[in-house]
């Protein structure tokens, strides 16, 4: 049994985040980004890096989706007891909220890798007998409530983790910012690095800003203007009072709100996009900075279905660990292994929508897949552009359908488009089959990418800053018939690891629903009647997208980039 000791006599990494997947039962994530940061300290552990992670332990989780008749999306909590998984540790530190000491514990849960690595996870945790009823809850809802709220959230994950950190006798190396909500840890650090009075020069700055920025990395990773949080800073005042001098925080954090993005970018050392177009994106909206560019990548044996874990550990072992040896399987696996594999993913999938939903796909006909979080530049709606084309093509060539996502509450936009999917089902009964499966987690994600046969991504460019289902969907030879937008862009050879859906450049957003269609029609589906063909394909997925689009691969170029400068 590993004790906070085992963890803290070497120098690590602290990488902060709002949320982190660890496991499918603890909704300590909401979509993407906590499902990246899961497989980040999963392959971590893994390759047995030095790493310490800190988030919110999100009592009440993100939601828990329910879905009428009609699509229409409400919420319920998610309670979760952190004492079933995690060990409190005896240790707390205040903050200062609103004028107010408010007290923060933490949990700790240990992250065994399937390889014997173990890293710490370190879960804050505001609910404890010293603070305010108010006060106890502001780590329970991931995302939820006002701005006041989540200011107080980001105080608890930046301010808080950093100071805690210290109390449990962690000695830190380099801070990893995965995105800006944890941005007020620089403040933290601008605190503990400050120059003595009598040092000063006349107007010198009385922070040692380049020590800062020397402690921190931070990776960016959505175009989307909401993805940036802004706080007023008469909000800013009354919450965290002058933890800095307002002078040097505009500096940093700019005139007319605190902007966690900038603040994070001014200081930090390194500064990452999650894959090349993102970062060029990056580049234009942050004039002045240097982006570099890491692609995201998924834990390779969190996302392999059991049916091709088995083929790969029989042919390449040592895989999960080198996934680099899965561009050798289109020459060490057969292709009746491949299409075996598939067939096992793909019963186990038909079997949960039936469980699910009462629903009944037949394992022959060609499924599209489609799961991400439901909003409107992702465009799950851009497939039904043209009921009628759609129904065409089915009665000459059919298929079948299966979606899932979650609406963020307070996205009345998202909402709607669920229920848009809903009345879409009814109009293509009996001559689509389609579903939505309610409920969208982890564990219905990794039937979805491996029991489908072809994965569906539409976003509108340049939006989409990397994406990870379609990586994941490869590691079990299911090839991508997406928009060139985020990773797609590196991963796509047209007909070797899947299909485009129009071209590269952003003025071609409103033909994609065209290009959707004919390619599907004319290529997609006519190819999936000669399974030699599309065994190739499936083949081409594994060799050139899941060898190089993993969390291995993604680590090892952190370290060697933003951890060991």
């Not at 993407?32 to 893994?46: E, N, P």
């Not at 996870?121 to 809802?141: F, G, P």
């Not at 965290?240 to 940093?252: E, F, M, R, S, Y």
């Not at 075996?340 to 699910?356: G, N, T, V």
Request: charged residues 25%.
């Amino acid at each position: 049994m590993f004790q906070l000791d085992d963890f803290t006599h070497e120098p690590r990494i602290a990488y902060f985040s709002m949320e982190i997947a660890l496991q499918n039962d603890i909704p300590t994530y909401s979509g993407g980004l906590g499902v990246l940061a899961g497989d980040t300290m999963r392959s971590a552990t893994d390759l047995e890096l030095p790493v310490v992670a800190v988030t919110l332990v999100s009592r009440a989780g993100y939601f828990h989706q329910q879905l009428d008749a009609e699509g229409k999306q409400s919420e319920t909590p998610m309670q979760w007891n952190p004492a079933d998984h995690a060990e409190r540790l005896n240790a707390k530190i205040a903050v200062m909220i609103e004028d107010r000491t408010v007290w923060i514990s933490a949990w700790l849960y240990i992250l065994a890798g399937h390889m014997n690595g173990q890293q710490p996870i370190i879960l804050l945790d505001t609910d404890v007998a010293e603070n305010s009823a108010e006060d106890r809850k502001i780590t329970d809802t991931l995302y939820g409530g006002d701005s006041a709220y989540r200011l107080k959230q980001e105080v608890v994950l930046g301010i808080g983790g950093a100071r805690l950190l210290q109390a449990l006798g962690f000695e830190v190396r380099q801070y990893h910012m995965n995105e800006g909500h944890s941005a007020l840890l620089g403040l933290e650090l601008l605190r503990r690095f400050k120059y003595p009075s009598d040092d000063l020069r006349p107007d010198e700055s009385p922070y040692d800003i380049p020590r800062v920025r020397e402690l921190c990395c931070f990776t960016t990773h959505t175009p989307v203007e909401a993805g940036h949080d802004r706080f007023d800073y008469g909000l800013v005042q009354r919450m965290l009072g002058d933890i800095v001098d307002v002078v040097t925080l505009k500096h940093l954090a700019g005139d007319e709100a605190l902007n966690m993005t900038s603040l994070a970018l001014n200081l930090s050392e390194h500064v990452n996009g999650v894959a090349k177009r993102h970062a060029e994106v990056s580049r234009k909206m942050f004039p002045g900075y240097r982006v570099k560019a890491i692609t995201n990548g998924v834990h390779p044996y969190t996302w392999a279905s059991p049916s091709f874990a088995k083929i790969y550990d029989h042919h390449l072992p040592g895989w999960c660990h080198e996934p680099e040896l899965l561009v050798r399987a289109d020459c060490c696996i057969s292709d009746e292994e491949i299409l075996q594999a598939h067939r096992l993913a793909k019963a186990s999938l038909i079997d949960k929508i039936e469980s699910l939903t009462g629903a009944t796909f037949d394992a022959r006909l060609p499924t599209l897949g489609f799961a991400r979080r439901m909003t409107a530049y992702k465009r799950p709606d851009l497939l039904f552009s043209d009921i009628e084309r759609l129904k065409s093509i089915a009665r000459n060539q059919p298929f079948q359908i299966v979606l899932a996502g979650k609406a963020h509450p307070h996205d009345e936009g998202g909402k709607q488009l669920i229920a848009a999917l809903y009345r879409h089902v009814r109009e293509l009964d009996g001559v689509v089959n389609m579903i939505f499966l309610p409920g969208y987690d982890m564990d219905i994600a990794r039937l979805m990418v491996a029991g489908v046969d072809v994965w569906l991504n539409t976003p509108l460019r340049p939006m989409e800053a990397s994406g990870t289902s379609g990586m994941k969907a490869a590691f079990n030879g299911v090839p991508n018939l997406s928009v060139l937008d985020g990773w797609w862009i590196e991963g796509c050879i047209e007909g070797v690891t899947g299909w485009a859906v129009g071209d590269s450049v952003e003025s071609a957003n409103g033909d994609d629903a065209l290009a959707l269609y004919d390619k599907l029609e004319q290529v997609v589906l006519p190819l999936y009647q000669e399974q030699d063909r599309w065994v190739k394909v499936m083949k081409g997925a594994i060799c050139k997208n899941a060898s190089f689009f993993n969390s291995h691969r993604m680590m090892r170029r952190y370290t060697t980039e933003a951890y060991i400068r």
